[in-house]
Every structure is written in structure tokens, then in C-alpha cells.
């Protein structure tokens, strides 16, 4: 008989024995109803009845949303300050750089000092995997935390808002063909884009790009990988297009940014391949030129800046669900 | 000061020997039992009814922390540890600060480990200067100085002439090089096997060639050289493989897997559970397979426990911040006799793993029960399972992924150099 290893992740982080979401980690180990539950409830933060919006503001009177950003970030960042001070917390943005907490005060150094005023809620980016999954572990229950990006691991508020949109423009997931498009590898997008799309029920998830940039063994994800971008778009509905730091190539994930936008730029011609009315997505910002071409950017079938309005409203359904508020 | 121990299942892997019998010492050394006889008044004795009495374990990779990072453990604490775990003999990297590529450094942690008269200390001396891997230690006077074996830690040699020249000059004065093979490039600054595993959690990872075209490498340098090698740590199939090819080819090389290896898979990481972080990475489950059809066949030849003691801060951290290791020593034992009860191999051949085997590696007269052998015996009892708790390691590290599981094996006594030593 093997040894039974009594291992720290067999208890789930995010949800509690009750069934309540505690944390916001990452989509992997949240249910279908779960996801739907959520997206159904941003639906109601984004009305543009004035009435709801007031009733809205004072969800979270009194409660305190620390952005924890040990990351640069402007645009998540913001968004999850603008969904707090709607919904009436008192928001506080902590930018802090990791190498001055490198040089003795640990992450979880940081988190207790914070929580020691009182935050209820902490959002966190990181450039490491599963920062969130720490500070989630060592947190006591009252305080909840959001992963607002680690390392390559999961940024599941971008998926939550990216599968609202998808929904909101283009109806059932699970009639629906999805490519996503670019720097898988280094990916925490992707990851929980694939991880949303595979609870939703989506039809067929086809990841493109270079070999370089592809995780070994990413069909244990439930996805086909293709490096050829032409048959990767053949037919799909939704195109995700994924950030391609330049930075991250050395020369050698990449050789070049010409090359790249060559064999994997999305432009119209390849955009045609795909379904009639398919729509582009992208978690910003863009690299014109590098992945994405101006003219499908600024197209109407991108849904760009859509994604970043339902960015606000979903994070708002998030902390609301967090902090207990929502109505059943 | 004569000892005997009563009515033990005496387990000897040098000799195969197994049956139950009275085993005599007297002044350090292992007595024949014909010639004990009637007349053997001992001093001493132990009842070792029901238990197994056998060679003290060998182990052939702790790191004890001192000299250097006396904040994680020192070998106060970790040869106690050792003692507790039933291992009687260490062998330690050369990768302490300072590093061992001295005789002075080898002279003081030897008289060091003597003085505290608990498990004893086989320094290993560094390959190359500073382990840096560009000109070769003075390896006679490091013999001299009692070194049996040359090693270069974790660092690896990436220079193969340098390599070439290490292996060369060694075998000129008949001393056994221990390689750990991890090709810098290929480990980039992974922390976990390249899998489903990493690309599930985005962590950077390692992939098993890292480690394949290292040893590899090495392999085809041991061929040409004739030196006499031993490689630290596998952790893939296709290590076993390249293991089991040498030895094939007539190559003079032994091998050795961590005791977690055996146990542990990529899976058990789960959310980011840093104590699953060890180098090399816990591989997939055919690899942990592979790895125990090894230790079975004997293409790896011994069990180690890669013990590596932390402070708590250390495995609090994000998974690939955190510090990789697992503090071993008191569970090797435990989790050697584990592969008896899951069909691996017998009691007397996972021993031989954890005695014999590795004192032939380290080319030291100990982990025999043969007449005149020193006496170093470890008696445990095999049936009784009990649960690891962390907070009794007397080690300083309490990095254990074993904590709270219920592990055969408790040891009842332990006997160095003839003198029963205080658990």
C-alpha cells in the first residue's frame, strides 16, 4: 500500500466547506455554476440604470480593498480600483517593487503588515507563480484574496471578463470555436483563458504559435496546439490575441519582431480565414505591428475596449461575491 | 566493552546472511559467533526479539549546514538526526563556506564530527578549486587528508576538458569521483520537471534532458578516463537507461536516487506546495517508476537521503523563490523499507541499498557485519508504524512533505564503533 501523502493542496484554498468562495486564485477548481453564477452578476453591475448603480455604491461601505501590486500594472490595476470605489470601499494602491521586499521583509512580511489595518480584500499581481496561492494559505478568514496575475500561472479576472464579453457578443460558449493566438509559454492569460473555456463547455480551443513559445505537454490541457497560424484560425468564432513581450525573447524564443509579425501577426487576410463574423480579443496593451495589425486593432470586430468596460464590472461581481454581498 | 545483542533477524547484505542469531562486539569491532561462543561475558546487552539488526545506514548525501549556515542546522543537531534516523555514516558535499577543497577544511569537519561521538563524517573533497570548475584541488593531499572521495557538489563542471582533466587526475590516485549531472544551460532557472505539471502552474521548468545530456557527457568522459564514478542523483527514466547502458558496457559506475524520488511525483506539488520543491525536480509518475524498477533491478545501486535542512522562511516564499530540499535523515530509513511493503525489492536487497552498496561507493570498511568489522549496527523494529510529525525532528529542518504520514519502521537502538549511542 503506497504512503498517503497528506498534502497541503488537498484541501481546497478558494472555497470554503460551505461552499462559499473565499479567495479568487484562479479558475481551476471552480465550477460551471460557479462561473455562470459570477458572470451573470457583472451583467447587473454593468446597467446603466441609475437606480441600480446607486443601490450599488454602498456594497462595500466600510470595507477596505488593498491593490497589492508588486508588478507594474496601470490598466488592471485601475480597473479593480474604479470596481472598488464603486462599490463604496475605501481603496488603497500599494505599488511596491519586490526588490526592495527582497531585501528582508518577505511577501508575507508585507501581507501581515497590511492586514494589521484592517484590509478586507487584497488584490494581488506578482511576477511570480502562485504568490496569491501563499499569501491565500497564511491570511486568516476574513480576508480574502484576488490574483490579479501570477507570474505565469493564472489571471483569472482577465478570463472572467474576457468570457463575459465573448457571451455578450457572441451568446453560448459551448457553440463556439477559440484560437488563442501568441506567447503561450510565458502566458498567465492563456492558462486561465483555456482553464474558463473548458468548464464553459467551448466546442474546440486551438493554441497557435512558434514552438518556442509553446508549454510542453499543453494538450494535457484539453487544447490543440498548432504552429501554423492560417490552419490554427481555419473556421474559429473568437480569436484571443496574447501580448508578446519582447523583452522576455532574448533573441532566441523569437529571432526577430518582423519575423514574428510574419509567420504569426494577425492581420486581415488571416482574419478572413476564420468564421465570417468572428471577433478578435486582446488583454492589452496592443504591439501594433507585432501581433496584431492596426487596421484589424481598431476594426469593428475587435472587442478591445469592450473587454475593458466588462473588466469592471466583472471585478465588481468578484469582490462583491468576496465580501459576502451579493444578493442570492 | 563488550556488547551483545540478543535474538535479533541479523540482516548482513555483504554476506547475505539472514537469520535470527545473537550478535557479539567487542572493543568497536563485530565478534564471529563461533568464536564468541559460551565464553563472551558481555558488558552489555540488548533484546532485539522481533527486530532487525543491521549494518548502521550509509548515507551518501547530507548537507549538515556547517561550517556557513549554522542559521539552518548544525551538525550538532544533524548528526543527532542521523543517529535517530539509524544512519550511522554521512558523506558530505563539499559545497559548505568555506568549501572543502582544503585539508585543513577536511581535518576540521572530521575532528568536529568525532568529538561529537554520534554518526560519523566522511567530508567530501571538492573536484575543481572553489568548485568552480576551472583547476583541479590538490586530490592527493586531500586523500591524505582522508577523503575517500571528489566531488563537485551541485556545481557543474561545465569545461569538459576541465571535466576530462578532474577525471584523470583522480583515477591517477585511485579515488572515485561523485558527479551531479544538471546542464546549466537546460535548467535555465527552472524549479519544477518540464510537464503537465509546470505548464498547468507556469512555473519555469527543467526539462529531463537537462539532466540526460549532462550525464550523457559525463558517462562518455568516464569511459575514456577508466576513473571510477558515481552519480549522485537521478531522477528520469532515461537516466535509468543511460545507467543501466554503462554498466552494460563494462563502465565503472554506480548510481543513487533520493529516498523522495522514489515516493514522490510532479503531482504532488498541488497548489504550489513549496515543500515538494527539490533539485533535481520530482519528475513525472513513470519516472518515479522507472527510478524504483532501478533501485529493483540494481542498476541504481544505492538510496540517499539528499538530506537538505531549511529554516522555516525558506519554503515560505513563492514556489520558484522558495529553497529547494528536503531535511531526509529521519526518514530514509522509513521510506526504504516502504518499497519492501509496496513489492520493490525484499528486506535484505533494500538494506543492501541503504548499507552495504554505499559503503562500497565511499570505499569505507563499514556497513558490514562481517568479524572484525567495525561495529556500526542499527536495530529497528519493521512492523511498527509510526506517524512523522516534523515537530519531533531532531533535526533543525523541518522541511518534510511526510509530516503527518504513518511510516513503517522505528529504530530502537543505534551502535557506533561498538558504543551504544543515545537516541
Same mark, same amino acid.
Given at each position: 500500500?503506497? +504512503?498517503?501523502?497528506?498534502?497541503?493542496?488537498?484541501?481546497?484554498?478558494?472555497?470554503?466547506?460551505?461552499?462559499?468562495?473565499? /479567495?479568487?486564485?484562479?479558475?481551476?477548481?471552480?465550477?460551471?455554476?460557479?462561473?455562470?453564477?459570477?458572470?451573470?452578476?457583472?451583467?447587473?453591475?454593468?446597467?446603466?440604470?441609475?437606480?441600480?448603480?446607486?443601490?450599488?455604491?454602498?456594497?462595500?461601505?466600510? /470595507?477596505?480593498?488593498?491593490?497589492?501590486?508588486?508588478?507594474?500594472?496601470?490598466?488592471?490595476?485601475?480597473?479593480?480600483?474604479?470596481?472598488?470605489?464603486?462599490?463604496?470601499?475605501?481603496?488603497?494602491?500599494?505599488?511596491?517593487?519586490?526588490?526592495?521586499?527582497?531585501?528582508?521583509?518577505?511577501?508575507?512580511?508585507?501581507?501581515?503588515?497590511?492586514?494589521?489595518?484592517?484590509?478586507?480584500?487584497?488584490?494581488?499581481?506578482?511576477?511570480?507563480?502562485?504568490?496569491?496561492?501563499?499569501?491565500?494559505?497564511?491570511?486568516?478568514?476574513?480576508?480574502?484574496?484576488?490574483?490579479?496575475?501570477?507570474?505565469?500561472?493564472?489571471?483569472?479576472?482577465?478570463?472572467?471578463?474576457?468570457?463575459?464579453?465573448?457571451?455578450?457578443?457572441?451568446?453560448?460558449?459551448?457553440?463556439?470555436?477559440?484560437?488563442?493566438?501568441?506567447?503561450?509559454?510565458?502566458?498567465?492569460?492563456?492558462?486561465?483563458?483555456?482553464?474558463?473555456?473548458?468548464?464553459?463547455?467551448?466546442?474546440?480551443?486551438?493554441?497557435?504559435?512558434?514552438?518556442?513559445?509553446?508549454?510542453?505537454?499543453?494538450?494535457?490541457?484539453?487544447?490543440?496546439?498548432?504552429?501554423?497560424?492560417?490552419?490554427?484560425?481555419?473556421?474559429?468564432?473568437?480569436?484571443?490575441?496574447?501580448?508578446?513581450?519582447?523583452?522576455?525573447?532574448?533573441?532566441?524564443?523569437?529571432?526577430?519582431?518582423?519575423?514574428?509579425?510574419?509567420?504569426?501577426?494577425?492581420?486581415?487576410?488571416?482574419?478572413?480565414?476564420?468564421?465570417?463574423?468572428?471577433?478578435?480579443?486582446?488583454?492589452?496593451?496592443?504591439?501594433?505591428?507585432?501581433?496584431?495589425?492596426?487596421?484589424?486593432?481598431?476594426?469593428?470586430?475587435?472587442?478591445?475596449?469592450?473587454?475593458?468596460?466588462?473588466?469592471?464590472?466583472?471585478?465588481?461581481? +468578484?469582490?462583491?461575491?468576496?465580501?459576502?454581498?451579493?444578493?442570492? | 566493552?563488550?556488547?551483545?545483542?540478543?535474538?535479533?533477524?541479523?540482516?548482513?547484505?555483504?554476506?547475505?546472511?539472514?537469520?535470527?542469531?545473537?550478535?557479539?562486539?567487542?572493543?568497536?569491532?563485530? +565478534?564471529?559467533?563461533?568464536?564468541?561462543?559460551?565464553?563472551?561475558?558481555?558488558?552489555?546487552?540488548?533484546?532485539?526479539?522481533?527486530?532487525?539488526?543491521?549494518?548502521?545506514?550509509?548515507?551518501?548525501?547530507?548537507?549538515?549546514?556547517?561550517? *556557513?549556515?549554522?542559521?539552518?542546522?548544525?551538525?550538532?543537531?544533524?548528526?543527532?538526526?542521523?543517529?535517530?534516523?539509524?544512519?550511522?555514516?554521512?558523506?558530505?558535499?563539499?559545497?559548505?563556506?568555506?568549501?572543502?577543497?582544503?585539508?585543513?577544511?577536511?581535518?576540521?569537519?572530521?575532528?568536529?564530527?568525532?568529538?561529537?561521538?554520534?554518526?560519523?563524517?566522511?567530508?567530501?573533497?571538492?573536484?575543481?578549486?572553489?568548485?568552480?570548475?576551472?583547476?583541479?584541488?590538490?586530490?592527493?593531499?586531500?586523500?591524505?587528508?582522508?577523503?575517500?572521495?571528489?566531488?563537485?557538489?551541485?556545481?557543474?563542471?561545465?569545461?569538459?576538458?576541465?571535466?576530462?582533466?578532474?577525471?584523470?587526475?583522480?583515477?591517477?590516485?585511485?579515488?572515485?569521483?561523485?558527479?551531479?549531472?544538471?546542464?546549466?544551460?537546460?535548467? *535555465?532557472?527552472?524549479?519544477?520537471?518540464?510537464?503537465? +505539471?509546470?505548464?498547468?502552474?507556469?512555473?519555469?521548468?527543467?526539462?529531463?534532458?537537462?539532466?540526460?545530456?549532462?550525464?550523457?557527457?559525463?558517462?562518455?568522459?568516464?569511459?575514456?578516463?577508466?576513473?571510477?564514478?558515481?552519480?549522485?542523483?537521478?531522477?528520469?527514466?532515461?537516466?535509468?537507461?543511460?545507467?543501466?547502458?554503462?554498466?552494460?558496457?563494462?563502465?565503472?559506475?554506480?548510481?543513487?536516487?533520493?529516498?523522495?524520488?522514489?515516493?514522490?511525483?510532479?503531482?504532488?506539488?498541488?497548489?504550489?506546495?513549496?515543500?515538494?520543491?527539490?533539485?533535481?525536480?520530482?519528475?513525472?509518475?513513470?519516472?518515479?517508476?522507472?527510478?524504483?524498477?532501478?533501485?529493483?533491478?540494481?542498476?541504481?545501486?544505492?538510496?540517499?537521503?539528499?538530506?537538505?535542512?531549511?529554516?522555516?522562511?525558506?519554503?515560505?516564499?513563492?514556489?520558484?523563490?522558495?529553497?529547494?530540499?528536503?531535511?531526509?535523515?529521519?526518514?530514509?530509513?522509513?521510506?526504504?523499507?516502504?518499497?519492501?511493503?509496496?513489492?520493490?525489492?525484499?528486506?535484505?536487497?533494500?538494506?543492501?541499498?541503504?548499507?552495504?552498496?554505499?559503503?562500497?561507493?565511499?570505499?569505507?570498511?563499514? *556497513?558490514?557485519?562481517?568479524? *572484525?568489522?567495525?561495529?556500526?549496527?542499527?536495530?529497528?523494529?519493521?512492523?511498527?508504524?509510526?506517524?512523522?510529525?516534523?515537530?519531533?525532528?531532531?533535526?533543525?529542518?523541518?522541511?518534510?512533505?511526510?509530516?503527518?504520514?504513518?511510516?513503517?519502521?522505528?529504530?530502537?537502538?543505534?551502535?557506533?564503533?561498538?558504543?551504544?549511542?543515545?537516541?
Amino acid at each position: 500500500m503506497p +504512503i498517503e501523502i497528506k498534502n497541503s493542496s488537498s484541501q481546497p484554498l478558494q472555497i470554503d466547506s460551505g461552499g462559499r468562495l473565499l /479567495h479568487f486564485l484562479a479558475i481551476e477548481g471552480l465550477d460551471r455554476q460557479r462561473l455562470l453564477q459570477l458572470l451573470d452578476s457583472a451583467a447587473q453591475f454593468i446597467s446603466s440604470d441609475t437606480n441600480v448603480r446607486k443601490s450599488q455604491g454602498s456594497l462595500l461601505a466600510g /470595507h477596505t480593498v488593498v491593490n497589492l501590486f508588486f508588478e507594474d500594472s496601470t490598466r488592471t490595476r485601475t480597473t479593480f480600483e474604479i470596481a472598488g470605489k464603486r462599490l463604496g470601499a475605501s481603496v488603497i494602491n500599494l505599488n511596491t517593487s519586490r526588490l526592495s521586499t527582497r531585501k528582508g521583509e518577505t511577501v508575507l512580511d508585507t501581507v501581515r503588515t497590511l492586514e494589521a489595518m484592517d484590509a478586507d480584500i487584497f488584490v494581488v499581481r506578482d511576477n511570480s507563480s502562485g504568490t496569491a496561492h501563499l499569501i491565500a494559505r497564511h491570511v486568516p478568514p476574513h480576508v480574502h484574496i484576488i490574483n490579479a496575475g501570477d507570474g505565469r500561472h493564472a489571471h483569472p479576472t482577465q478570463a472572467m471578463l474576457d468570457m463575459f464579453t465573448i457571451r455578450a457578443h457572441k451568446g453560448d460558449i459551448s457553440k463556439l470555436r477559440f484560437a488563442i493566438v501568441g506567447d503561450i509559454l510565458h502566458s498567465r492569460v492563456a492558462r486561465s483563458q483555456i482553464a474558463a473555456l473548458q468548464i464553459l463547455g467551448a466546442k474546440e480551443i486551438r493554441v497557435v504559435a512558434p514552438a518556442t513559445l509553446l508549454p510542453t505537454e499543453i494538450e494535457r490541457l484539453g487544447v490543440t496546439a498548432l504552429t501554423n497560424i492560417d490552419e490554427g484560425l481555419e473556421d474559429v468564432d473568437v480569436i484571443m490575441m496574447l501580448r508578446l513581450q519582447l523583452e522576455r525573447m532574448e533573441g532566441q524564443l523569437i529571432p526577430s519582431s518582423q519575423e514574428y509579425f510574419r509567420c504569426y501577426g494577425l492581420n486581415q487576410d488571416r482574419l478572413n480565414r476564420a468564421a465570417p463574423d468572428a471577433v478578435v480579443m486582446h488583454p492589452g496593451p496592443m504591439n501594433r505591428g507585432l501581433e496584431i495589425a492596426s487596421d484589424v486593432a481598431d476594426s469593428d470586430r475587435s472587442l478591445v475596449l469592450s473587454q475593458v468596460t466588462n473588466g469592471i464590472a466583472v471585478r465588481m461581481a +468578484i469582490m462583491a461575491e468576496l465580501a459576502g454581498m451579493n444578493k442570492e | 566493552m563488550k556488547l551483545k545483542i540478543k535474538n535479533g533477524q541479523v540482516i548482513d547484505p555483504a554476506s547475505g546472511e539472514d537469520q535470527i542469531r545473537d550478535l557479539f562486539i567487542a572493543h568497536g569491532a563485530i +565478534i564471529d559467533p563461533h568464536k564468541a561462543g559460551h565464553e563472551f561475558s558481555a558488558d552489555s546487552e540488548i533484546d532485539a526479539t522481533d527486530q532487525i539488526v543491521c549494518p548502521g545506514l550509509i548515507d551518501l548525501q547530507a548537507r549538515l549546514r556547517e561550517p *556557513g549556515e549554522e542559521h539552518k542546522a548544525s551538525m550538532q543537531s544533524e548528526l543527532a538526526a542521523a543517529i535517530k534516523g539509524g544512519i550511522t555514516s554521512v558523506c558530505v558535499p563539499p559545497d559548505t563556506n568555506p568549501i572543502i577543497d582544503t585539508p585543513a577544511m577536511v581535518h576540521m569537519i572530521r575532528q568536529r564530527g568525532r568529538r561529537l561521538e554520534k554518526a560519523r563524517v566522511y567530508p567530501m573533497g571538492a573536484l575543481t578549486t572553489g568548485l568552480r570548475g576551472e583547476t583541479l584541488t590538490d586530490m592527493a593531499t586531500l586523500k591524505e587528508a582522508g577523503c575517500t572521495v571528489l566531488g563537485n557538489g551541485d556545481n557543474i563542471i561545465e569545461n569538459t576538458l576541465v571535466m576530462r582533466r578532474a577525471m584523470q587526475y583522480a583515477s591517477t590516485f585511485n579515488l572515485s569521483v561523485f558527479l551531479t549531472p544538471l546542464d546549466h544551460w537546460l535548467r *535555465g532557472n527552472g524549479c519544477v520537471h518540464e510537464g503537465e +505539471i509546470s505548464t498547468r502552474l507556469g512555473l519555469p521548468a527543467i526539462p529531463e534532458a537537462a539532466e540526460v545530456v549532462a550525464l550523457a557527457r559525463d558517462l562518455a568522459l568516464i569511459e575514456t578516463t577508466g576513473v571510477r564514478a558515481h552519480i549522485t542523483q537521478i531522477s528520469c527514466a532515461r537516466s535509468v537507461e543511460k545507467i543501466r547502458e554503462a554498466k552494460a558496457r563494462g563502465l565503472n559506475v554506480t548510481a543513487a536516487v533520493s529516498a523522495h524520488h522514489l515516493h514522490l511525483s510532479e503531482q504532488d506539488i498541488g497548489d504550489f506546495d513549496t515543500r515538494y520543491h527539490v533539485l533535481p525536480p520530482l519528475r513525472s509518475l513513470s519516472d518515479r517508476d522507472a527510478l524504483r524498477e532501478g533501485v529493483s533491478e540494481g542498476v541504481i545501486d544505492a538510496i540517499c537521503s539528499d538530506h537538505q535542512p531549511h529554516g522555516l522562511d525558506a519554503k515560505l516564499a513563492p514556489f520558484s523563490e522558495s529553497e529547494p530540499g528536503i531535511a531526509g535523515l529521519e526518514t530514509l530509513l522509513s521510506l526504504t523499507l516502504q518499497l519492501v511493503l509496496d513489492g520493490v525489492i525484499s528486506l535484505p536487497e533494500a538494506i543492501s541499498r541503504v548499507t552495504f552498496n554505499p559503503a562500497c561507493i565511499l570505499g569505507i570498511d563499514v *556497513g558490514r557485519l562481517s568479524p *572484525g568489522a567495525p561495529a556500526d549496527v542499527c536495530i529497528f523494529n519493521p512492523s511498527l508504524k509510526r506517524k512523522i510529525n516534523v515537530g519531533d525532528f531532531y533535526s533543525q529542518g523541518r522541511n518534510s512533505p511526510f509530516d503527518d504520514s504513518s511510516l513503517a519502521g522505528q529504530v530502537t537502538a543505534v551502535i557506533v564503533a561498538g558504543k551504544v549511542v543515545s537516541i
